[in-house]
């Protein structure tokens, strides 16, 4: 099975949004004290940079 770049970008994106969610989850719903909040804003971090991998899909 051949990889190129843009399937590389492809899975990496979907493994960056499945990780964000769980992390939001691990903070809502696990972490009632300050470091849910922690784990929420890692959370949306990692969704911020699935977003950056899927726009940067079809450029390289």
Do not use: E, H, P
Not at 2 to 13: E, F, Q, R, V, Y
Not at 41 to 46: I, L, R, S, T, W
């Amino acid at each position: 099975m051949g990889m190129n770049k843009n399937t590389i970008l492809g899975w990496a994106t979907l493994i960056m949004i499945v990780m964000g969610l769980l992390l939001i989850a691990l903070g809502a719903f696990r972490y009632d004290d300050v470091a849910g909040w922690g784990f929420g804003a890692v959370g949306v971090g990692f969704l911020a940079n699935a977003w950056v991998f899927s726009s940067l899909k079809g450029r390289l």
